[in-house]
Structure formats: C-alpha cells, structure tokens
C-alpha cells in the first residue's frame, strides 16, 4: 500500500486497504479494521466511486456486526445496499441484503430478519440467482422457528428441503428434516412429523438429537413403545459420549412422557437422576425443566411441601438463566458506542493523516515549484547573459568590420592619390612632351623660314610639307586633348567613389549607435532580473520563517504525541486490569460454584433429614413399647441412610470449606494487588509479590502452565513502587504463557547478588524469539501476538518502570528453546522529586 500510495494509484491504495482490512477483522482487531474499511469509504466518497463505496460500505458493516454493534451495521448495510442499487450491480446488492438479514437475526430482531429475507427471497427469484434463494428459504425456516410461527416455518423448510434433498449433504439434510419434524409437530401434523424424523435417523442416525426428535414424533402419534425405544437410544449414545447435559436431557424427556402418560413414578424416578447430574454438572437449563415437572408430580401426588419447594427451586433457577426460550435482544448500547468511538478515532486519525499528507504534499510542490522558478531565473539570467555576450560579440565584430572599413577607405583614399600622382606625372610627362614638340615645331618653324630663305625654289614642296607639319601639329593637339579628357574622368570617378565611401562609413557609424543603444537596453533588462533575483531572496526568507512556524507546530504536536502515549500507558494499564478482573471473575467463579452446589445438596440432604426427624418425633411420642417396635425396621433403615447422608454432607461441607478458603485466598490476594497501586517508595517482599502476581493470573496458566518457584530465602524487603513492579512481573509472566503453545513450564527465581542488588530471572520454555524481533521488543506498539491480543506496551511500560527503580532488564533467547527476561534491581532505591511528582500525577488521573 505505501507502494500504490507512493505512485499514486488510487485503485491499488483501496484494494491494499481493503486487504489489510479483512486480516484486521479476521484476528478480531476490529479498531484497526474499521479504520481500513472507512478510509475506503472516505476516499470512494472523493471521487464519486459507487463500486469501491458499496464495497467499503458492506465491508465496515460486516465488522460492526462481528463486534456486535448491530444498529451500525444495518446503517452501512443500507448504504452498501442503496450503492449496489446504483450500479445496477443485482449480485452484489443481494450479497449486501442477505448479509443484513444475518445481521437482524444475529441480533435476535427476527422480525426484520424475516421482511428482510423475503426481500431476498423475492429478488432472487425475479432475478434467477438460485444460490441466494436456498440461502433465504433456509434462514426464513430458522428464524419462524425461533417466533414459533410453525406455520411459515414448515412453508420455507419444505421449500428448502426440496432444494437441498439430492445434494449430498447428510449434516444439513439431518438438521432441516429433524427441525421440519419438530416444526410438524406443532401443527398437529404428526404423520409427517413422524416421516421427517425419520428421514433425519437414516441421514444421520448416530445424531442423538435426531433419535430424539424421533421418539417425540412416535410420542405425538401416541406410539409410546417407539418413543421409550428411541429416547433409550439416545441415552446409550450420550452415555457413550459421556454427554451429561445429553443424559440428563433424555431423563427429563423421557419423564414428560411418563407424565403424559400418568406414570409418576417412572416420571418421579428419571427426574431424580436428571436432577443428580444437573446438580453435579451446574446445568442451570436442565434443572429447570427438571423442577418444572418435580412441582408437577409432586402436586399430582398431593404433596404440598415438595411441590412449593421445587416451585421455589424451579423460581430461583429460572432466575438465574431466565426464560431459555425468549430470545432476548442482543442490541448493546455500550458496543453501538464502542463502535461509534471507534469510527470517530478513525476519522480523526485519516483527517489528520491525510491532511499531513496535503501539507507535505503541499510543501513538496511549493519547494518544487520554488526551484522551477530558480531554474526558470537562471535560465533567463544565463540566457540573457549569453545575448548579452552575442551582443558584445557582435559589437566587437561591428567595430572590427568598421576598423576594416576604415582601413579599406584609407587603402583607397591611399590608392587614389597614388593614381592621382602617377596622372599628374602622365599630365606632366605630356607636358614635357608637348613643350619638345613645340620646341620642336619652333625650330623646324625656323628651319623653315631659314630654308625658305635658302630653299625657295622648292616653295611648293615646302608648302605641302607645312601644310603636313600643320595638320600633325592639330593632329597632335586633339590627341593631347583626348588623353586630358580621359585624366579628367577618371579623377572624377575616383572622386565619386571616395564620397560613396565616406557613406558608408557614416551608415556603419549609425549603426554601431543603434547597437550601442540595445546594449544599454539589455544592461538596463539585467538590472530588472537582478531585481527579480533579489525579491526571489526575500521570498525564500518569507519561507524559512514560514518553515519555522511548521517547525515550531512539529514540536508542539509532538509534545501533544508525548500527551497521548501518557493516556495510552496508563490505557494500557487499565486494559491489563480489565483483563486481570476477568480472569479472577472466572477463577472466583469455581469456588463459588463450590459452594452454591454445596449449598444445593445439603439444602437437599437436609429436607431428607428432616423426614427422619418426623420419623423419631413420631417414635417419641408413643407411649406403648409394642407401637415402638413396630417403627424398630423404619428406623434402622433410617439409620443407614442417615450414615450415607452424614457422610456425604461432611463431604459438601468441606467443599464449602474450601470454596471460602480459595475465594479468601484471592480476595487477599487482590487486597495486596490492590495495596500496592502507591505513589510513593515502600519496602516490599518480592517474594511475596511474585505469588499475587500468580494468584492473579492463575486461571490463564493452569492446566497449561507448571510454575517452578526458586526463590531465595535471604532476601529481604527491598525498596521500590510495589504497584509498578506487581505490573512487570504480571506482563512478563503473562508473556511467558502466552509463548508456550500447549503445554510448558515456567521457572521463576530470585537471587541475592549482594549489599546493594538482587536478581529476577522468568523463564518459559517456549518457542523463543529471533534476533530481529529481541532487538525490537522493548519498543513502544511493537508486538507478535495476534492482533486484539496485544498492544505492544507491556514490554515497553515494563522496561520504563525498571529504569526508573535505576534497574536494568535484558533477555535471553533461543528459538525452539526458551526465552529468559532478566531483571536486576536496587535494594535501596533514591529517586528525585520529579519522579514522585509524575507518580502522583498519574495515580490521580
């Protein structure tokens, strides 16, 4: 279940409870189950689940009933019921209605046993679920016996003994045809009276109870040879089986028929030897009836005396027992608050499991989703952190490509005056050239006019040939031109591309300002998460102090704990004592059966006795000797039975003796139990205290247990809480026994170690224990006994109480061998204020 819990699985945690539930209710530990059963219903409730809440329903009325809380079981019965009905589910809901019906007649509440299971009779068969109609015809036929309706009782038998005729079950066949016969019987049907008997001796014919329902079906057909013949039969049974209540049953029944049919003295002589085992076995019910038709007899006899006295037995008897054939009312209203405080402790304790549950729960998802929100604030720190880092990256690339450019212009800035230079060099160099070209041209032009001078006879030849020197001198000044042109372009284009460039520059300046903006931004956006970071801090003290709160709530809900283990201790205490006062109730009650049966017989005896003193007064007073002699044969008859009678009052006056004496002897012992309940230090024989603690237990270990006492004689009073002690001896002791499985022997010894110490040592031969569970037996609720057979505090009280007499307790043990638990005490024993001061505490209450 912490498994299913664990992973949350709501339909496994509710099949584990469920489960836990039934081995609580089947060692009776009926607190632990009805807790289990109703943290069903709880969470069935929560999520609206009709099929768990009908099973959690039926499961928790099914142990209100066990424990005898009856109107709280037909409550959830109802429930379960109305959840089956829900679901459609027709099975279940009769499995629910017929378990109800049990429940009212467990209780004794037939009539609603019967409307109940006439219900079931009636949905089985519309239904067709066969099974659940046997069930229903059976328990309709037990419970219109028990309001004698032998009417509808012979109805319902018939019916289910048709059904269950062929199946083969000899037991069940015998009791429903031997209860059909008596049933017969009351109608004044006598013939099938007589055929059910019948068929109940040849299913079982070594049934005593069948031969006797024989022999009142042959008595109801006035067949009394038969009847006598058949009682007889059941006689010799009982006899062989040593059956006393049988026997003296069959006395009685067999005298009723001598009544009926006027043989009193059959009738006088069967009721003697009824009444004789009914007093020597206490059977309150057989002498009832008994003194019922001793009164009869006597009073068909005349006998006035006799029949006011067995009236008077017969009174006192029957209010004793009551009328054994009512069926009283089982409704308790101590179980029903039993049951009530059992389901109110539960609720109290799911609530505050399952609300420490929501808290821790609670608190493990706050803590969960406080370390998503650090991650979540870490993870944007760390990404705001690397576009941060982007950020700068990308700067440093912006300014390394504006370094670049930077560098490129200057390049070609560097590069264009370079061509620059080497145009104005060109520029110069056509220059020069054109200047020699015109010096040139100067000095043919002088030339010229130097050989026009000289040369005049070729004046044509030297025209043409100026005219020549003419048209290359253009020739020469447009192509000067041209290449002027072309220098001048290209300066201008170079000019164009530095202005585009310083552009550019200024775009990427622009740029590195826009991103210089966004860096500051995203500073800006870092000093808001580290805002966040710091709230995030206050948040997480707002928390601490809230965890100290819880801290603080902790401690004080476990002081509360330490409260509640204070009452369970003292619980305990009072849980041992309940036990303890029912098994001297059932001890006391020997001693007293002793004498009350003692008292019976000799009130008896002494009515015999009486008539022989009638006998000797009557003697007295005649006067004539021979009148004497005629009573002389009376008389010493008398005389015999006078010694028989002497004899046998001594013998019950000496079981009276004894039943005062055992009833003394625990009375005092109880006294000294009783006594020794002190908040204060007293001296005490432990010794002496070992044999209350005994007397105590002595109806749980004899005919089991053999006690073997080895006490030391030189040991005196020792100083101690006497109660407290009483209470160790009694819870190791009672362990002792409960160790032993059948039969076993337990030693008990006392040693005087020295000045100062003495030594207990208790011990069983009996099945020992393992090493994990000797680590584990001095913890509180720890135990190995069944469930509602143990607490776990004995051990655990025990070790707290020899501590505080600054004792120590130890064990020794071995499987298969035995177990050892020894003490060593103080004999003087100091103990300081507080002590006393809790003592007196819990004495009060």
């Given at each position: 279940?912490?498994?299913?819990?664990?992973?949350?699985?709501?339909?496994?945690?509710?099949?584990?409870?469920?489960?836990?539930?039934?081995?609580?209710?089947?060692?009776?530990?009926?607190?632990?189950?009805?807790?289990?059963?109703?943290?069903?219903?709880?969470?069935?409730?929560?999520?609206?689940?009709?099929?768990?809440?009908?099973?959690?329903?039926?499961?928790?009325?099914?142990?209100?009933?066990?424990?005898?809380?009856?109107?709280?079981?037909?409550?959830?019965?109802?429930?379960?019921?109305?959840?089956?009905?829900?679901?459609?589910?027709?099975?279940?809901?009769?499995?629910?209605?017929?378990?109800?019906?049990?429940?009212?007649?467990?209780s004794n509440q037939f009539d609603k046993s019967i409307k109940t299971f006439e219900t079931l009779h009636n949905l089985a068969i519309n239904e067709s679920l066969y099974s659940y109609i046997s069930s229903a015809q059976k328990q309709l036929f037990l419970d219109n016996i028990k309001i004698n309706n032998a009417a509808q009782s012979t109805k319902y038998g018939l019916s289910y003994y048709e059904r269950i005729k062929d199946k083969g079950n000899n037991t069940e066949l015998s009791n429903t045809t031997r209860n059909l016969a008596l049933q017969f019987i009351k109608t004044g049907d006598n013939k099938n009276a007589l055929k059910f008997a019948n068929i109940s001796v040849d299913v079982d014919g070594l049934n005593t109870m069948s031969l006797e329902t024989l022999a009142k079906a042959y008595a109801a057909n006035e067949n009394y040879n038969k009847a006598i013949e058949n009682f007889e039969r059941?006689?010799?049974?009982?006899?062989?089986?040593?059956?006393?209540?049988?026997?003296?049953?069959?006395?009685?029944?067999?005298?009723?028929?001598?009544?009926?049919?006027?043989?009193?003295?059959?009738?006088?002589?069967?009721?003697?030897?009824?009444?004789?085992?009914?007093?020597?076995?206490?059977?309150?019910?057989?002498?009832?009836?008994?003194?019922?038709?001793?009164?009869?007899?006597?009073?068909?006899?005349g006998n006035d005396d006799q029949e006011a006295k067995y009236k008077s037995m017969y009174e006192a008897v029957r209010l004793q027992i009551g009328d054994p054939d009512k069926y009283r009312s089982k409704l308790s209203s101590a179980k029903e608050n039993l049951a009530e405080s059992y389901e109110q402790e539960a609720r109290a304790r799911i609530s505050t499991s399952e609300n420490r549950k929501l808290a821790q729960e609670r608190e493990r998802l706050q803590a969960q989703q406080k370390l998503k929100d650090i991650e979540l604030i870490e993870q944007q720190a760390k990404l705001q952190a690397q576009e941060l880092q982007a950020k700068r990256l990308e700067a440093e690339r912006a300014k390394q490509e504006l370094l670049l450019t930077e560098k490129t212009v200057e390049a070609?800035?560097?590069?264009?005056?370079?061509?620059?230079?080497?145009?104005?060099?060109?520029?110069?160099?056509?220059?020069?050239?054109?200047?020699?070209?015109?010096?040139?041209?100067?000095?043919?032009?002088?030339?010229?006019?130097?050989?026009?001078?000289?040369?005049?006879?070729?004046?044509?030849?030297?025209?043409?040939?100026?005219?020549?020197?003419?048209?290359?001198?253009?020739?020469?000044?447009?192509?000067?031109?041209?290449?002027?042109?072309?220098?001048?372009?290209?300066?201008?284009?170079?000019?164009?591309?530095?202005?585009?460039?310083?552009?550019?520059?200024?775009?990427?300046?622009?740029?590195?300002?826009?991103?210089?903006?966004?860096?500051?931004?995203?500073?800006?956006?870092?000093?808001?998460?580290?805002?966040?970071?710091?709230?995030?801090h206050v948040n997480?003290?707002?928390?601490?102090?809230?965890?100290?709160?819880?801290?603080?709530?902790?401690?004080?809900?476990?002081?509360?704990?330490?409260?509640?283990?204070?009452?369970?201790?003292?619980?305990?205490?009072?849980?041992?004592?309940?036990l303890l006062t029912a098994g001297i109730a059932h001890e006391i009650n020997n001693p007293i059966n002793f004498v009350s049966s003692g008292v019976q017989s000799l009130t008896k005896n002494f009515g015999e006795i009486e008539s022989f003193i009638e006998n000797y007064q009557k003697v007295l007073s005649l006067d004539s000797f021979e009148e004497i002699k005629k009573y002389a044969a009376v008389l010493e008859e008398d005389e015999d039975v006078l010694g028989e009678l002497s004899d046998s009052s001594k013998e019950l006056l000496d079981d009276v003796r004894y039943g005062i004496v055992r009833i003394t002897e625990i009375v005092n012992g109880l006294r000294s139990f009783s006594r020794h309940d002190e908040a204060e230090v007293k001296e005490t024989d432990i010794n002496e205290s070992f044999d209350s603690a005994l007397l105590i237990l002595k109806n749980k270990y004899k005919n089991k247990t053999e006690i073997v006492k080895e006490m030391d004689e030189t040991l005196k009073p020792i100083q101690c809480f006497p109660g407290q002690l009483n209470q160790v001896f009694v819870n190791l002791i009672n362990n002792a026994i409960d160790a032993i499985d059948e039969t076993g022997e337990i030693k008990i010894k006392t040693i005087n170690l020295n000045d100062d110490s003495i030594e207990i040592r208790i011990s069983d031969n009996g099945t020992g224990m393992p090493d994990d569970v000797k680590d584990k037996i001095f913890d509180p609720f720890f135990t190995t006994k069944e469930i509602g057979k143990g607490t776990g505090l004995g051990l655990s009280i025990s070790h707290g109480i020899i501590e505080k007499h600054r004792g120590t307790i130890r064990v020794e043990s071995k499987m298969g061998v035995g177990t050892t638990f020894i003490i060593?005490?103080?004999?003087?024993?100091?103990?300081?204020?507080?002590?006393?001061?809790?003592?007196?505490?819990?004495?009060?209450?």
């Open positions: 279940m912490d498994q299913a819990e664990a992973l949350g699985n709501q339909e496994l945690i509710i099949q584990f409870r469920e489960v836990i539930g039934d081995i609580y209710l089947s060692k009776k530990d009926y607190k632990n189950a009805v807790s289990s059963y109703l943290a069903i219903i709880l969470a069935a409730e929560r999520q609206v689940d009709q099929a768990n809440l009908g099973k959690g329903n039926l499961a928790l009325a099914n142990t209100y009933s066990r424990m005898g809380a009856y109107e709280k079981a037909s409550d959830y019965y109802q429930r379960a019921i109305a959840n089956f009905e829900k679901l459609g589910k027709k099975r279940d809901k009769a499995s629910a209605i017929q378990a109800l019906g049990y429940n009212y007649s467990n059941a006689l010799e049974s009982n006899e062989k089986k040593r059956n006393s209540e049988g026997m003296a049953r069959n006395y009685n029944q067999m005298a009723e028929l001598a009544i009926n049919r006027g043989d009193l003295r059959v009738a006088a002589n069967n009721l003697n030897k009824a009444e004789d085992i009914g007093i020597e076995r206490n059977i309150r019910t057989t002498l009832l009836n008994t003194y019922r038709m001793l009164a009869l007899v006597n009073q068909e006899k070609s800035s560097r590069e264009a005056e370079l061509e620059k230079l080497q145009l104005d060099a060109e520029l110069q160099k056509l220059s020069e050239e054109e200047r020699e070209k015109r010096l040139e041209l100067i000095e043919k032009e002088r030339e010229i006019l130097r050989q026009q001078t000289e040369l005049q006879a070729q004046k044509i030849e030297s025209d043409r040939q100026a005219r020549m020197l003419y048209f290359m001198a253009i020739g020469a000044t447009v192509i000067i031109l041209a290449i002027l042109g072309v220098a001048f372009f290209r300066t201008y284009n170079n000019s164009k591309t530095i202005r585009e460039q310083n552009q550019n520059l200024a775009e990427q300046q622009k740029t590195i300002l826009n991103r210089n903006i966004q860096l500051k931004k995203s500073s800006e956006a870092m000093l808001a998460m580290n805002n966040k970071l710091k709230k995030a997480l003290k707002v928390l601490l102090k809230k965890e100290q709160a819880i801290k603080e709530q902790l401690e004080k809900t476990n002081l509360d704990l330490k409260n509640t283990q204070v009452h369970l201790v003292q619980a305990e205490k009072m849980s041992s004592l309940g060593n005490l103080p004999k003087k024993l100091e103990v300081d204020d507080k002590i006393l001061e809790e003592e007196e505490n819990l004495k009060l209450g």
